[in-house]
């Protein structure tokens, strides 16, 4: 019945608590469990916790994915029935590899304390089968630096406990979700070169809370948004796992979620409008969208109590893993036929294909029904229309929901994009991010497109320590020539999406936004005149 789904609810906190000290030693308890729920766990709390049940456990493997700006470990826990130490060892047992990450902004810290949780009772608990078809690789203190930076300030739109909490930058003062295409923080470096790279994760689940967004669910979710990739593993996330998962959440636990995203009132009550997050591949989720793999993106709801809060991000992940364990076989097989479609692409259709390189939001073909909170309006001494939050949940429907994305620009897709020793800089680069750069052994002649630039335009405004850079200009037929020692980027790799969004000229979120060609550009001289960009494209 509902009520009893209510009642475990306000008494979930006290559950926590006593089944943890009814199971497991005190050194496995979690820092908001020992505390009644008024302090979050401190980086070192993490590294004891994992120690803790490490020695407890036969199927954990600990590695060091990155160490922060501040000298702090980011492990990654490894669990596995029987136990994984490498990659290949992982890749060998034929199961279906999901990664899970919490903290990746220091103070929305119930993804971390849910991890936790999970890892106690997956690896101790009652949860063990959730290793049968998969190995799991957690990160539940993503960003330590910005963890341990406590403060009463750090989440002022956030209700109730923890009073203290980290924030939201990394210690060398990164977004690190916004650092999937430049790759600036040690940690996101680190991610990528032990994590992303080597284990090659089927599915990414990055866990969130929210800066004080109000709604009225419980928490509030996205899959990849689709760009470039190929579509079947973000329709697959969003059209089938998160639906399911969703289902479930509601009828076991009385759990409201829903799609992610924002209203404004200054368009009038009731909403009409909901609005999601950019579609660009620096946010981790929407790269792995370029990756022929699936990723989910969580938000807990920053109103919420600290311990139900911790509670609705728990009960996400354990029926996200509850799906993937039991679907591990077509989650595999719908990621490798993505792969093997986006090189068919390229062999099929290279120098005739347009994809899209900047994109605009439009709302999703159906609207949806959006659970909130209601308002009234009142005029203000000047007569303005004002509104005011009240108590009260409704259901507000036909809410166009702004989650696709379409393309504004569109490029040709190559065979290969081909540039020459003087950009070696790119190379690791590229390689860090698992793409494959070969070396020109001999000098080469190569048919296709040159871009001719018109203009170069820097943002007025530095955005995470960077001018954004846009490109103008057009594309024309040529032929170069290219010496030995030049590099070739093949687009028949698994990673061809993710390559033409990084090394397209006009390209929203590639190389060139992020200033990786600036000198070369301002060497040739595109502020006084055009010049042709130094990336070639092969047809």
């Excluded at 979690?30 to 456990?57: G, R, W």
């Excluded at 971390?112 to 101790?124: G, N, Q, S, W």
């Excluded at 993106?297 to 919420?304: M, Y």
Aim: charged share 20%; proline share 5%.
């Amino acid at each position: 019945m509902r009520w009893m789904s209510r009642f475990y609810l306000v008494l979930v906190g006290w559950f926590f608590v006593f089944y943890a000290k009814a199971q497991f030693p005190t050194v496995l308890l979690t820092t908001p469990e020992k505390t009644a729920f008024k302090a979050t766990s401190s980086s070192a709390d993490v590294l004891d916790f994992v120690a803790a049940i490490q020695a407890e456990s036969p199927h954990v493997h600990v590695d060091t994915i990155a160490v922060s700006d501040s000298g702090r470990v980011v492990p990654m826990v490894v669990l596995a029935r029987p136990k994984v130490s490498s990659p290949a060892e992982a890749r060998a047992s034929g199961k279906t590899f999901v990664y899970v990450q919490g903290n990746i902004h220091g103070g929305e810290v119930e993804g971390k304390e849910a991890l936790l949780v999970l890892m106690r009772e997956i690896l101790l608990g009652e949860e063990q089968a959730l290793l049968d078809h998969q190995i799991l690789l957690f990160t539940p203190n993503y960003n330590p630096d910005g963890n341990d930076n406590l403060s009463p300030d750090h989440r002022s739109s956030q209700e109730h406990c923890p009073h203290f909490v980290g924030g939201r930058r990394s210690g060398g003062d990164w977004d690190l979700n916004r650092d999937g295409t430049k790759l600036d923080a040690s940690e996101t470096r680190g991610l990528f070169a032990n994590a992303i790279v080597p284990w090659d994760p089927d599915v990414f689940i990055d866990l969130h809370t929210t800066n004080g967004v109000w709604h009225a669910n419980e928490l509030t979710y996205a899959h990849s948004y689709q760009t470039v990739g190929h579509p079947s593993t973000s329709a697959y996330t969003r059209d089938s796992l998160l639906p399911a998962v969703q289902q479930t959440l509601l009828d076991q636990y009385d759990l409201h979620t829903d799609v992610y995203g924002g209203y404004t009132l200054a368009q009038g009550w009731p909403p009409k409008n909901l609005y999601t997050y950019n579609h660009h591949p620096r946010y981790l989720v929407n790269q792995f969208g370029l990756r022929n793999r699936m990723a989910i993106l969580s938000e807990t709801f920053a109103h919420d109590k600290f311990y139900h809060r911790i509670n609705s991000a728990h009960k996400f992940v354990l029926e996200i893993l509850r799906y993937t364990n039991q679907h591990a076989t077509t989650i595999r097989a719908i990621n490798r036929a993505s792969e093997a479609a986006v090189v068919a692409e390229v062999k099929a259709q290279a120098g005739t294909l347009k994809k899209g390189v900047r994109f605009k939001r439009i709302p999703e073909k159906d609207p949806l029904t959006l659970r909130t909170y209601n308002y009234l309006s009142y005029q203000d001494s000047t007569g303005k229309t004002r509104y005011v939050r009240t108590h009260e949940v409704i259901e507000v429907e036909g809410v166009q929901n702004y989650s696709a994305f379409e393309p504004v620009v569109y490029a040709t897709l190559p065979k290969a994009y081909v540039f020459p020793a003087n950009l070696a800089h790119l190379v690791p680069h590229l390689q860090l991010l698992g793409i494959q750069v070969d070396t020109l052994t001999d000098s080469t002649t190569y048919q296709g497109e040159q871009f001719n630039v018109r203009q170069l335009e820097l943002s007025k405004q530095s955005f995470e320590h960077h001018f954004l850079v846009t490109l103008a200009g057009e594309f024309q037929a040529a032929e170069q020539a290219f010496p030995a020692g030049s590099f070739y980027v093949s687009m028949e790799q698994p990673l061809g999406s993710l390559i033409f969004y990084l090394l397209e000229p006009q390209s929203d979120d590639g190389l060139v936004t992020w200033n990786f060609l600036d000198k070369t550009l301002y060497d040739l001289g595109v502020l006084e005149a055009p010049v042709i960009f130094p990336i070639f494209k092969v047809f």
